[in-house]
């Protein structure tokens, strides 16, 4: 799908189905750093047919959707609460996957009208990036992305195996990581690097939150998310055994239920 925002092309997957016709819960999924919509190909065309309008969207400089990169975390929250407006999809259900949840996070505190729900994958309190990896997205992104998928999966997805059968994990992660178009993974590292109103936005926003997080995930660990967790007022919390970071990608199944669960949840709250 595509439509045009700010005069620049914004391409939205919708897992296959068009929203006409459909008054189920709108869902919005933002992809993680230097990633694209296909990020939740394996979870919007189940949402797309069990109910739900989707959008999975390239933020701008990403994916197909028109650049450049926006520089801040507060720059992606306000654009995509724009584009979530002129898709008259608002109130809507905000899935983000690692720099995402702090679009998400921003969103529920700057746009509440935007926002019926979180379901936050993969975050923290804070995001520092190492600085090898900073200088990686700057000046080597094949050993960025190198360097993300060998710290961004479990143990278990290392050694191979994945639910959709002839996946390579590690291959499809890095593979979508080097296409990424010039300077998006340096702008999205320096965003996340930047933010620190995460904890501050959590204390004040009223939906409800469901956490997603990987008992193996070394970039952002549980305990980075402790303080964050603690100052949401309406949440749930959902673990994954023995998956690192990549739970979008890594347990697609995982993922989607947490997904579809968090919704249900936070309609009955």
């Known amino acids: 799908m595509k439509t045009t925002y700010d005069n620049k092309e914004v391409r939205i997957a919708t897992g296959g189905k068009d929203h006409d016709?459909?008054?189920?819960?709108?869902?919005?999924?933002?992809?993680?750093?230097?990633?694209?919509?296909?990020?939740?190909?394996?979870q919007s065309r189940w949402l797309s047919h069990h109910g739900y309008r989707v959008a999975a969207i390239d933020l701008p400089g990403h994916g197909l959707s028109e650049g450049p990169p926006l520089e801040t975390i507060s720059e992606m929250a306000a654009w995509t609460a724009g584009v979530v407006r002129?898709?008259?999809?608002?109130?809507?259900?905000?899935?983000?996957?690692?720099?995402?949840?702090?679009?998400?996070?921003?969103?529920?505190?700057e746009y509440p009208d935007t926002v019926a729900s979180l379901v936050l994958i993969g975050?923290?309190?804070?995001?520092?990036?190492?600085?090898?990896?900073l200088d990686a997205s700057r000046d080597d992104v094949p050993r960025a992305s190198r360097l993300m998928t060998s710290w961004g999966i479990g143990s278990k997805a290392h050694r191979g195996g994945h639910q959709s059968p002839g996946?390579?994990?590690?291959?499809?992660?890095?593979?979508?990581?080097?296409?990424?178009?010039?300077g998006a993974l340096l702008a999205d590292m320096v965003a996340c690097n930047a933010y620190g109103d995460g904890v501050e936005h959590a204390r004040e926003i009223d939906a409800p939150v469901t956490f997603l997080l990987g008992k193996e995930d070394k970039m952002t660990p549980i305990k980075a998310s402790h303080d964050l967790v603690d100052a949401v007022k309406?949440?749930?919390?959902?673990?994954?055994?023995?998956?690192g970071h990549m739970m979008p990608i890594e347990d697609p199944i995982g993922a989607r239920k947490a997904i579809d669960g968090g919704i249900r949840w936070?309609?009955?709250?």
């Open 266 to 269: 936070a309609l009955e709250h």
């Open 167 to 182: 996946t390579w994990l590690i291959g499809t992660s890095t593979a979508l990581l080097d296409t990424s178009p010039e």
């Open 21 to 42: 016709g459909v008054d189920g819960p709108a869902v919005v999924l933002l992809h993680g750093a230097g990633m694209d919509r296909t990020t939740w190909q394996m």
């Open 234 to 243: 309406n949440k749930q919390v959902i673990t994954l055994d023995s998956i």
């Open 86 to 109: 002129q898709l008259d999809l608002a109130p809507a259900h905000i899935v983000g996957f690692s720099m995402g949840t702090f679009i998400g996070l921003d969103m529920a505190a």
């Open 123 to 133: 975050t923290a309190s804070a995001m520092p990036v190492h600085p090898v990896l």
